[in-house]
């Protein structure tokens, strides 16, 4: 749908959903750099942090180890390893007990079995899959007029919104199991409150990447639609 040279499908759908995503981005970035000023608790590390959570949660088997880079931290079901960032695996600040806590919440996540995390595994091949050939494959079906490439591209996109669409519970819970332990843990105040509010800027995120994926999915329907119209 077009009025003039103005795609109104990308103003009407994923245009604020990419307004909301830079806000997103700009708070997370922001709450990092207010907490990375900020002494941890009990001078601990994102190191401890981590394997802290695991204890409290009675989870063994788990190594952590420093991996290059920044914001790389994630945890490696396969490898059953928890990879903090040079930035947080050593640092004693508020931030970086958030981050490695929240990491060690996914391990405890596949140490109980927990559902949606196992769900999302299941639908990661074909979202691969969907990433870098749903648009392509919508596009070409427009310029040939080939309505099942243009469906293929929507079912493909599909899986996309149904992997972001599982990844944010999984998300919130990781995160609402690392608050706990850390609460158990006897964390004062001031350590939760910062560790809940660098959780909540990194879920944002989320929210945002689930946003996006909706709005791309709207305006590939939309102009699914628009193309029915004119045959």
Known sequence: MRF??????????????LLF??????????TFAKYRGLPSDRNMTGADAARLVLEQNGVTG??????????????DPKENVIRLSESVYDARTAAA?????????????????Y???RARQ??????????????PLFIVGMIFAA??????????????VLFQLLTLPVEINASRRAMNSLETAGLSEEGLKAAKSVLTAA???????????IANLLRLLSLFNSGSRRR
Do not use: M, N
Not at 4 to 17: H, K, Q, R, S
Not at 21 to 30: D, E, I, Y
Not at 122 to 135: D, H, L, N, Q, S
Not at 147 to 160: D, E, H, M, N, T
């Open 4 to 17: 003039g040279t103005v795609d109104t499908t990308y103003l009407i759908f994923v245009l604020p959903a």
């Open 21 to 30: 995503t830079l806000w997103a981005q700009f708070r997370v970035k922001t």
């Open 62 to 75: 788990v190594t952590v180890t420093r991996i290059a880079g920044q914001l790389t931290d994630h945890y």
């Open 97 to 113: 007990v958030g981050v490695a806590a929240h990491e060690a919440g996914h391990a405890v996540q596949y140490a109980v079995g």
């Open 115 to 117: 559902a949606p995390i």
């Open 122 to 135: 299941t639908v990661i091949p074909v979202t691969k899959i969907g990433t870098y050939a749903a648009w």
């Open 147 to 160: 309505r099942p490439l243009q469906l293929a591209g929507i079912v493909l996109f599909s899986a996309c």
């Open 203 to 213: 879920a944002l995120t989320y929210v945002a990447a689930l946003a996006s994926a």
